[in-house]
Each structure stands twice: as C-alpha cells, then as structure tokens.
C-alpha cells in the first residue's frame, strides 16, 4: 500500500472526511447527488442520472462485507469493466506501478463498424483507517466515436460490517445511452458484490 503525504481537506464527491489529499490521477470527477444509505445497510444499489450534454449516471450501494474484502474484489478487472456493453475485452495489468494498482482495458465493439478504444485504470488508498480508496478510469486512446469515457469508484467504510461502493460514469459518444451506461453500472456493483462474497461474475442481464 502507498502513502500519501499527510493533510486535511474535504473529500469532494465522497461526502466524507479524509487525511490526505488525492494524487494526481486520482481525483473525483464530481460530487455524488445519490443519499447515503444508513444502518443497518441492504446491497442494493442507488441510482441517479444527470442533466448535462453528455451521459451522467450517479450510483450508490453498499456491500456487507469489510473494506478489505470489497478493495480486493474491485481489482478483478472483469468484474469492474464493462464486460455488458462491449463484445471484447483485453487487459493489460500493472501498466502504471506508481499506482497500488493499475491496468489498461482494450475494448471492442462490433456493430455496424468495429470500434475500439483503450480505458486507464488506476487505484489508491486515500485513508486507511477508516478505509477510502478511489479507483479512477479515463478513454486513453482509440476511437473518435468516443469523445470521452471516464468513471471513478470510490469503495469506503461505511461501519456496522459494511462498505460503501460510489460510482459516477460520465460517456459522451456517438452511440451509448444512460440506459446502457445503467445497465453497465448495475453490473458492475453486482460483480464487485458477487467477488466479494467468493461467488461467480454474474452474466449479463
């Protein structure tokens, strides 16, 4: 686990307080409108889609498990990626070791023409104690059909035997719609939930 230096500031878009600041690659995108749930805590997952010019999808959930155990789910790739809404997926783990950890997803999608494109996935404790991590993903490279792809999970303690897992998806493509960015995001906490609890990858609804 890599240390950050040590300072206080208001974790923007986590609605909670941390001790040290976000290193560059990791900082949110925007506060998360969807409400906190309180105890005791269900696994179900919140969710909220914005106004603006492109897709915007705010979702909230909570696990019942420690934060230890849900880090570590997230940092199986399939279970995190949008395995729903591409036809392909490559990867490429550890690509940035200055990150706790890291990998490239190489996408395909297969429609009227082949669209390809490449997310960078980077990870971090911000906290240790209570525990906040942020996982942060952005288009790299590929298709202009995909001006902009970029995502963060943000995986903290949320006490009682719980832990919090905060999603926000931003997509501005010529094709891809909130539902479809939904569907991904259901996913992917029903993925994270599923690891956690040493079970199988759901499929694809």
Not at 165 to 193: R, Y
């Amino acid at each position: 686990m890599r240390a950050w230096w040590p300072v206080v500031l208001a974790c923007m878009g986590c609605q909670h307080d941390v001790k040290s600041p976000f290193p560059p690659g990791l900082e949110p995108l925007e506060d998360n409108p969807v409400p906190e749930q309180s105890a005791p805590y269900t696994e179900t997952l919140a969710t909220a889609v914005g106004s603006g010019s492109e897709v915007q999808i705010y979702a909230r959930g909570y696990v019942l498990a420690d934060p230890a155990t849900v880090w570590a789910a997230t940092q199986t790739p399939q279970a995190v990626v949008a395995t729903c809404t591409t036809d392909a997926q490559s990867f490429t783990i550890d690509d940035e070791p200055q990150y706790e950890f890291s990998f490239i997803v190489s996408y395909t999608v297969n429609e009227v023409l082949t669209v390809q494109w490449d997310d960078q996935w980077r990870y971090g404790t911000i906290d240790a104690d209570p525990f906040f991590g942020m996982i942060k993903h952005q288009k790299i490279d590929g298709s202009s059909f995909i001006t902009t792809s970029e995502g963060t999970i943000q995986v903290t303690d949320a006490g009682a035997g719980a832990t919090e897992v905060a999603i926000v998806e931003h997509l501005q493509a010529v094709a891809g719609s909130s539902d479809d960015v939904l569907k991904s995001t259901n996913h992917v906490f029903a993925s994270i939930v599923a690891v956690a609890h040493d079970a199988s990858i759901p499929p694809c609804p």
